[in-house]
């Protein structure tokens, strides 16, 4: 190994940000005088982390919602504690749930997500089946992602800017990824620990992949190793973690960093940990869940469980090229209005909240125009190497996974899917306020003030509806007006608010109520087999005998 790189000195009247040798193409940041209390890491640090533990301590009466009943209280290999371990480690993550071969397989290409169901597993062992714990565990990781965020983006910036610019570019992305509230989905459910895992792990590898870089000693390089192996058995998005390390390296640490020619540094070296610990885990995963479901597949023809299907001659096939195309450009541009706009908020995109899309409609096209301006804007200027064309990339190349372009996710989209990507996002709205407010820093925290507490409220808010399956159904049911699975799901809750209810009266208006719900999910998917179940219940306790066959 080399000595120790540094960062290149500036020259005489040079402003901090220039790159050596390249002057015309070099970013250079606003000059921007920052407080000392901001420059304070460890002082920020705290104060991240006490911002985002208090945003959803709220969430920490809250009980089991959703998908939770498959990771925790209603998995076998979970209830079992240390004894569900080997389970865990050994089977597809739905097997301890569905319990019975193949059912594990309802989405393309299975899933290996162990690591958070070992940590469910020892909490289960520890506290039983205590929400309380199990939500206090999501939050803690949490809070401690936003940190490890805040500490990464330091250490990334301050290699070529000075540490004002740096300070308060960290700052604000962390600022603003605090508080989203398009994050709460993935907080205030505790299966979400999937995603916050994945992206501290990914985050951890970038943070030990740099310190490599600066120290060129081998220990970071095994620590970025191990933290990446992690993040890949959290969830297998961590994967475009692969192509942002370099990039990031690329940017902010190679010497003549704009300039048009190959950096000397050479970066390969540097990510031989991650492909080594990308590769152990693919082998794993495919041992596990059997290669040849790995490879292609058409995936199950149930709308429920694969969204890109339609009828055509009394069958389902599934969507055209183009059509599935369309589609995926419209989620993608709603995905950026709930961005900027997090309201309304729904966990539920499932058929038919959102349909088929065609290229003729204005959504998907301008869809389509916009991510291609966003993919040119960044690579036309990618030799500057700024923070906002990093935060651009680094936003394209994490939502690519989750976009249903590479392969189908199970649904059209969801908040979860943008966890990740939102870091970029962050990153690109702060930048920006530094380049048009950044010699007024009172105006610049002005406006990030005003969002914070706009978003803060609106996260606290929301973190109410996740309180209950029942609460947080018929509050999105508001929002998915035309999903088939909400309506059935609140039909369901009602019709076992039914069957419990003594009084015959009430239990009489229950009943009409679950069938008003269940009636709207079977005119939306006229073959939902669970509508139909919980409808014929309703009419049996209604007597009406004739209506539930």
Known sequence: MSKQRKPAPKKPGATVGSIKNSPSTAYREPSIAVPAFLKNTLLQSGLIFAVAFLLYANTLSHGFTLDDSIVINENMFTKKGVEGISGILSKDTFFGYFKVEGKAELVMGGRYRPLTLVLFALVYQLFGENP???????????????????????LLFRFRFGDDYSA????????????HPIHVEVVANIKGCDEIVTLLGSLGALFFTLKFFDSQ???WGLAAGVSFFLACLSKENAVTFLAVIPLALWFFRTENAASTQSPPAPIWKFLIPLVVAFVVFFVIRGSILHWPKL???KGPMELMNNPFLKI????WVSWAF?????????TLLKYVQLLFVPHPLTHDYYPKQIEMMKFSNPGALLGLLFYTFLAWFALSGIRRRDPLRFGILFYLLTISIVSNIVF???????????????VGFCLVVSALLLHFFGKNLQTTLGVLGAVVVLFSLKTVTRNTDWASNEKLFFADVNTSTNSAKIHNACGGVLFDKAAKTKDLKEQAEISQRAITYLNKAIQIYPNYKDAYMSRGGCYYILKNYDAAV
């Open 132 to 154: 309380f714990v199990f939500h206090l565990l999501t939050v803690l990781l949490f809070a401690t992602t936003c940190v490890v965020l805040y500490r990464t983006l330091l």
């Open 168 to 179: 308060i570019l960290a700052w604000m992305a962390a600022a603003l990824f605090v508080v």
């Open 217 to 219: 000693k081998l220990m």
């Open 295 to 297: 490879i292609g597949g």
């Open 312 to 315: 055509e001659g009394n069958k």
């Open 322 to 330: 183009s059509e599935r195309l369309a589609t995926v450009f419209y």
């Open 408 to 422: 189908p996710v199970g649904t059209l989209m969801g908040d979860r899917f943008v966890f990740m990507p939102s």
